[in-house]
């Protein structure tokens, strides 16, 4: 035997079913509208129907630029100068002169050329240069016999080289006789005192000439 249905349980089963049906159509609504598509304000256009409205393009040709016109060339003035005067003025040239065997003939004389003035100046380095009587050799042996060697230089066991500058003049002389780096000692002073006894050298010659020539030797102390 079914059970009989009240009014109320009535009513909730027709509210159900109409709740299912709206939202069913809800859905077919939305989704309806995602997929409708409008056409009406986006109409395709074929481009081939459209009328080609655009101009020709008209092909411009390059401007030719005529070349500059050429420098006007600025001719020359041209002065007239005025004749050079001509000189009228004779020059009397006697011709007639007789020559015979008793005439005499004046000698031209020709004033000479004045002396170059002979300086006194010192070379260092000439074209012949002025070397001792006998070679160098000759000369270290004329040092070495001549010279003392000093009594506090010996003492102090001092040994070394004193370099002597000296001019040898025209004649051969030696002059202007000093030590220009020595070792002290007395050895420079000995050094100077030999060179200034030394016999003349020959002189150097510049062209020929004999001239004065600065020369540097050095003398060697050295104990035995």
């Known amino acids: 035997m079914e059970p009989k249905k009240t009014p109320k ?30 056409y009406d304000g986006n109409q395709l256009v074929d481009l081939g129907q459209v009328d080609d409205s655009f101009e020709d393009v008209m092909e411009i040709p390059p ?26 003025e004779e020059i ?8 015979t065997e ?12 004045p002396e170059e003035e002979e300086t006194d100046q010192i070379f260092m380095v000439v074209e012949d240069q002025p070397e001792p009587q006998g070679g160098m050799t000759a000369f270290y042996q004329f040092v ?7 009594s506090q230089a010996r003492r102090m066991g001092i040994e070394g080289k004193v370099f002597v500058q000296f001019v040898v003049d ?21 050094a100077v005192r030999v060179v ?17 020539v600065r020369m540097v030797l ?3 102390f050295k104990l035995g």
Request: aromatic residues 4%.
């Open 196 to 212: 200034k006894g030394a016999p003349k050298w020959k002189p150097g010659k510049q062209r020929g000439k004999p001239v004065r």
């Open 9 to 38: 349980a009535d009513l909730n089963q027709k509210t159900g079913l109409h709740l299912a049906i709206g939202l069913v159509v809800s859905l077919a609504l939305v989704t309806l509208a995602f997929e409708w598509k409008d």
């Open 63 to 88: 401007t030719e630029q005529p070349p500059p016109p050429p420098p006007k060339i600025q001719q020359p003035e041209i002065i007239e100068v005025p004749d050079e005067e001509e000189i009228e």
């Open 102 to 113: 008793d005439t005499e003939i004046e000698e031209m004389v020709f004033e000479e050329a």
């Open 218 to 220: 050095p003398i060697t």
């Open 144 to 150: 070495q016999k001549n010279m003392k060697y000093p």
């Open 92 to 99: 009397e040239i006697d011709l007639d002169v007789e020559i």
């Open 170 to 190: 025209k004649d051969g002389s030696l002059s202007d006789v000093q030590a220009i780096k020595g070792i002290g000692a007395g050895c420079d002073e000995e």
